[in-house]
Every structure is written in structure tokens, then in C-alpha cells.
């Protein structure tokens, strides 16, 4: 069994293990209610971490997302605003359309320049951040300005579940796809595991890289209309803002390394879930909000620590065996 | 950079160059556009607002030429502030509560670098986890709280001066002394550099690179508390959510100054230019009633051209330097063609 799937079992246990506790603390807290709000925790982070996945993948970061999120809700907001009887699947495209040209716009810089990623995505978040202001004129979106369908997408409907999740879960299975059963996927482990090796062995490494931005940011806008849909407002100042360490915390959380060429679709979708069951399950078992960012913290640094565990005990072999 | 570049591309490639010359730039602008600019008192005070990030800032530039980072800085200076807070409310001198916050500050440095250095976990993620870690304690020991019951004298480092300088800057000046003396000065500033260009070969020339890389982290720490209590004692309050976001500013101010993020390369030089550029062009926006989310913007696209613009002189000057070699090629082959 690869360490992939080892660590794939084990966040799946520990995600039991947390409702399992839970249970014994307070039998209320394990109840089809808790697991509802479990599910209303996870989409828009789970959408942002597929797209991150690539990224990390070729051994880059993006930390420019919570801005780029803003900047797409907020123009896909305006649309809406602007002409009410715009379909929703427009919305969509718009969203997912402007995202992936900010994509370019991380991509190219970190390409073409030869800028470190975290840097040129540290300027990119606050560059976008102060145009969400500038387009917006510092004005939010109010429900009224959203279309009644596009907040439907996010309540109980008569699926049984809100048609968002639908959307949510075509992402991860399209991601998945791309990744572990596609050409390209294998490129993208390719340029994260050595990149000078891929460039000799004729990978348009450049290229990769790109769109890995391009679909992080395309996922990202995505998100944007997603948030849209589930907050029914959006902020200028609010959106999105801190929703950088969120993902990344959760993609590293689901095994996804930091340092390139590791990691998997259904580790990263893994650790959202993960992240979300604490999130959901502190307060209903007594434990106070003020803890929950110390949780998350000593979260992110364990699972730092037993990716480092896998990799110094796994060696070369542990790559090889996940890009096969 | 070669040595047959002339001095403007040469001088062009440093990045301390550009930040200097937009700092002079953004000065002469201002000073045209808003007539109350270039008063130099106005200006200093001014720059207490930013002499905290600035401070920090100074030894985010020795961990970037190390090839380190810490993304828990602003945290770190607020769980420094909270702490001193809570012994505050505690009843605890003042005399006492400030060793105890460096203290405080001292160890979440050497926590961060025991994960980093000692385990050998990537700095970057390690410092997001300790960015939330942290700041998650600060609202931990305070929750929503602030406190606010400081002694008189506590109030106003930024108000009070000491010969026409206001202390805040006095404090900065004296860490952009000590900085460079170390970094520039020093064996461990040189062992900064050799690590920060390769490490294992350092290692293996005899520089201790586990323990300038640790004492860089603690050092780190040990700032932040003393920028934390700077700043409780500008805004006069504490609370755990003082300086959010400040990690942006601080490694902004470096990168702007020159470190770059591979490591290596950086001055303190740089980051004394980047904090007066920052300084200079928020001030200027703030007379021009530009919102600070505007501003935010303005930080993040400079820092990006401050990057692009080296590296494309850098892309024009091999582009001349290889047509120059070709018509040099060319030439003297035509002379083998004649003769």
C-alpha cells in the first residue's frame, strides 16, 4: 500500500475518530444536524482546494486567492446588479472566466519574471484586494442584487441536498480526473519532483506552471459566485480575507506537500473534510471559538510533521510510486 | 551582470537602487500636489505608524538573506501585546511585565524555530501554522477583550519626543544601527550571507548554520514583542487582533529593500530606503484622500515592479550584449571571407 493511501486511510479514521468523540461527549452532538452543517462548512474551500492542487503539485503557492475570490464575487455581484435577468450559468462562466484571468496574471509573473511565487502572490493579494475596492467603488453586494436562484443553489432543496454540493462534487471528480487518470496530471508531479529533470525530458515546464495558476484561479472565481450564492452578500473588505490560510492549511492538511510533486485529489478533498468536522464539532462539545485557531495551528504543524515523517522514511521512493 | 554593463544597468540591477530613486520620486510628486508634504516634522510623525513594521522589518531582512521567512510576525506581536496586557490587568508592574512580554516574545521565536530548524519543516507553511497558533493564544488569553488600563506614562511613544525625534523612531534608528552592524558588520552577518547562498556549503566550511538560523528566529521573536509593546503604546490598547495583517508590510518593506527571497542577497541599506518609501507614498496618498484599501493596492503592485523591473534590465542588457556579440561574430568572419 502506498503512504499516499496510508495517509488517505488515516485522515479518513481521524474524521471518525472526531465524530466517534464527539458522541461519547455529548450523544447530541454526533446528530444528523451536526452533519448537515458539516456539509454547509466544506464547499467553498473544498472548490479552492482543487484548484490549489496544481499548484502545490509543481511546487508553488498561491497565496493570492482570498483577494482574487473577492475581486471575482464582486464583479460577478456587479453583473448581476447591473442586468438581474442574467442566467445563472452566465454568472457562473463570468466568475470562473475572471479568476482564470487573474490566474494568468499570477502565472505570467511567476513565469516570465522568474518570481518566487509567494512573493508575486503576496503583492497579487493586496493588488486585487485594493481593486475589489476600486471597481466596487467600497460598495458591497446586498441580497437584493443577487438573483433569489442563485441563493436557492445553496439551501436545501428538492434533491434532498443543495445543488451547490452537486457542483462541489463534479469539481472534485473533474479534478481527480485530471490529475490521477490524465496525461497531464503526471506532468504535474513531473515539474513539482525536479523540474530541471521534467525540462530535460521535454515537459514545457513554464507552461505547467501556468496552468496550474490559471486553474487555481478559475476555480478560485468559481468560488466567488459560490460565496455569492451561500452568504448571499458580497464585501469588499470581508471576502475572502484570510481564506488563503484555509485552503492551504487544508490542502497540507490532506497531504498535499508543500515542497512540490506529493499529494493527492481524494487526500486534499480528505482534509477539508477534516478541518470542517473540527471546525463543527468544537463548539458542540464545549469547546469555546476562542480555541479554534490555536486547533487549526497545531493541526497544520502535526500534519507538517508526519508528511516530513513519510518523506525522510519513504525517500525517492514514496515520489515515484505516487506519480505512477 | 557582467562587468561590461555600464554603470545605469548596473545600478539599475541593485534593488536598493529603484526603492531610493521612487522614494525620491514619490517625495517630489507630493510635495507638488499637497503643498503641507514636505514639512519634515509632519513627515516624521508619520512615520511613527509605520517605525513598528519598520523595526520588524529589519530582521525579516537578515531571515530572508538566510533564506528563511516568518509569516508570524504580526502575530507574534500580538500575542507579545496581549500577554504584556494581561500582566497589566494582573496588577503586575510595568518594570515586570515588560521582561516577562520579551520574554513571552523570545519564546514564540524559539518555538518556531525549534519546528523549523530542529524538525527541518519548511519555514513558510510552519510560520502560517504559527500565524494562526498564535494569534489564535492572543484571543485565548483576552478574547474579545481590550485592555486599556495601562499607567499614564505608558501612553504616546509616538507623541513623546526626545531632541524633535519622537521615540518610536529613536527606537527604530537604534535597531537600523544595530542591524547593520550585525549584518554588515560582523562575523555573524557574514555567516548570514554564506548561508543564505548555500547552506550545506556552509556547513561543511565549519558555519554553525543551525544556530545563526535559530538565534535569527529568536531574534525575530524578540523584536515583535518589543514592536507589540510599541504599538500598545501608540493605540493605548490591546487587543488579539492588533497588527492583522502586518506580515504583508513587513515582508514588503524587505523584499522592497532588496532581499531577495531565495536568500543571499539583501541590506539593512535597502530596508532603511523600502520603509521610507512606504512611509513616504502612504503618507502622500493619505493628503490625497486615498483610502487605505486603495493604498493596499499601490504596496502590492510596487512590490511587484520593484521585482519585474531588475529583471527586465536584466533581460534588455543580455539581449544587447548578445546582438553586440553577434555583430562582433559576424565581423570577423566576413574578415576571414576577405583575406
Known amino acids: 500500500m502506498s503512504d499516499t493511501r496510508k495517509q488517505e486511510i488515516g485522515l479518513m479514521l481521524s474524521i471518525v475518530l472526531i465524530f466517534g468523540l464527539a458522541a461519547l461527549v455529548d450523544a447530541r452532538a454526533a446528530t444528523l444536524d451536526t452533519f448537515i452543517i458539516w456539509g454547509f462548512a466544506m464547499p467553498l474551500v473544498m472548490v479552492a482546494a482543487m484548484g490549489q492542487i496544481p499548484v502545490l503539485l509543481c511546487g508553488h503557492v498561491d497565496i493570492s486567492i482570498g483577494s482574487l475570490l473577492a475581486l471575482s464575487a464582486i464583479l460577478v455581484g456587479m453583473l448581476f446588479r447591473a442586468w438581474p435577468e442574467m442566467p445563472l450559468v452566465l454568472g457562473f462562466l463570468a466568475g470562473t472566466c475572471i479568476g482564470a484571468l487573474l490566474g494568468v496574471i499570477n502565472g505570467f509573473l511567476v513565469t516570465r519574471l522568474r518570481i518566487h511565487s509567494i512573493i508575486v502572490t503576496l503583492g497579487t493579494l493586496s493588488l486585487f484586494r485594493g481593486l475589489t475596492f476600486i471597481v466596487s467603488d467600497s460598495r458591497q453586494i446586498d441580497p437584493n442584487d443577487l438573483p433569489g436562484e442563485l441563493i436557492a443553489l445553496s439551501q436545501v432543496g428538492g434533491l434532498g441536498v443543495p445543488p451547490i454540493m452537486i457542483v462541489v462534487a463534479v469539481i472534485v471528480a473533474a479534478m481527480f480526473v485530471l490529475i490521477h487518470r490524465s496525461g497531464i496530471g503526471g506532468l504535474f508531479y513531473a515539474v513539482g519532483a525536479n523540474e530541471f529533470a521534467a525540462r530535460m525530458r521535454g515537459i514545457a515546464t513554464d507552461r505547467m506552471v501556468l496552468l496550474a495558476f490559471v486553474l487555481s484561479g478559475a476555480l478560485v472565481g468559481l468560488t466567488g459566485v459560490l460565496f455569492a450564492s451561500r452568504f448571499g452578500y458580497v464585501n469588499p473588505a470581508a471576502t475572502g480575507s484570510g481564506f488563503e490560510l484555509q485552503v492551504i492549511s487544508a490542502a497540507v492538511v490532506g497531504g498535499v506537500s508543500i515542497a512540490g510533486g506529493r499529494g493527492s485529489v481524494i487526500g486534499c478533498a480528505l482534509g477539508v473534510m477534516l478541518i470542517a468536522a473540527i471546525e463543527v464539532i468544537m463548539p458542540k462539545i464545549g469547546i469555546s471559538r476562542v480555541w479554534q485557531d490555536v486547533v487549526f495551528g497545531l493541526i497544520v504543524l502535526a500534519a507538517l510533521g508526519i508528511d516530513r515523517a513519510i518523506q525522510t522514511r519513504g525517500g525517492r521512493k514514496t515520489q515515484q510510486g505516487d506519480a505512477a | ?339
Open chain 2, 1 to 339: 551582470m557582467n562587468a561590461s554593463d555600464g554603470i545605469f544597468t548596473r545600478l539599475m540591477l541593485r534593488n536598493e537602487t529603484l526603492t531610493i530613486l521612487l522614494a525620491v520620486i514619490v517625495a517630489v510628486v507630493a510635495s507638488v500636489l499637497s503643498p503641507g508634504f514636505a514639512d519634515p516634522q509632519f513627515l516624521l510623525f508619520s512615520a511613527t505608524f509605520f517605525a513598528e513594521y519598520g523595526l520588524v522589518a529589519l530582521v525579516m531582512t537578515m531571515l530572508i538573506i538566510s533564506g528563511e521567512i516568518d509569516l508570524s510576525v504580526a502575530s507574534q506581536m500580538a500575542l507579545s501585546a496581549c500577554t504584556f496586557g494581561i500582566c497589566i490587568e494582573g496588577g503586575v508592574p510595568v518594570a515586570v511585565a515588560i521582561p516577562l512580554t520579551l520574554l513571552a516574545g523570545a519564546a514564540m521565536g524559539a518555538f518556531n524555530a525549534l519546528v523549523i530548524v530542529r524538525l527541518g519543516l519548511p519555514a513558510l507553511i510552519v510560520t502560517i501554522g504559527t500565524l494562526t497558533l498564535y494569534r489564535g493564544l492572543a484571543q485565548v488569553l483576552l478574547g474579545d477583550r481590550s485592555v486599556t488600563q495601562f499607567p499614564e506614562w505608558w501612553y504616546g511613544i509616538d507623541y513623546a519626543t526626545v531632541l524633535g525625534l519622537p521615540v518610536s523612531l529613536w527606537v527604530y534608528f537604534a535597531g537600523l544601527a544595530l542591524a547593520a552592524a550585525v549584518l554588515h558588520f560582523s562575523r555573524t552577518g557574514r555567516r548570514i550571507y554564506q548561508i543564505g547562498v548555500n547552506r550545506s556549503a556552509a556547513s561543511k566550511v565549519g558555519v554553525p548554520a543551525a544556530r545563526v538560523r535559530g538565534g535569527l528566529y529568536v531574534a525575530t521573536g524578540l523584536v515583535c514583542a518589543i514592536a507589540g509593546l510599541m504599538t500598545s503604546s501608540r493605540l493605548g490598547a490591546v487587543r488579539y487582533d492588533l497588527a492583522t495583517g502586518g506580515e504583508l508590510q513587513v515582508v514588503v518593506i524587505a523584499v522592497l529593500g532588496g532581499a531577495a527571497i531565495t536568500g543571499g542577497t539583501g541590506s539593512i541599506l535597502g530596508a532603511f530606503a523600502a520603509f521610507w518609501l512606504l512611509v513616504l507614498i502612504q503618507t502622500a496618498m493619505v493628503l490625497e484622500n486615498i483610502g487605505a484599501e486603495i493604498q493596499l493596492s499601490v504596496v502590492g503592485g510596487l512590490l511587484i515592479a520593484s521585482l519585474a523591473i531588475p529583471k527586465l534590465v536584466q533581460a534588455v542588457a543580455n539581449r544587447r550584449d548578445r546582438a553586440r556579440a553577434e555583430t562582433q561574430l559576424d565581423a570577423g568572419s566576413n574578415r576571414k571571407a576577405q583575406s
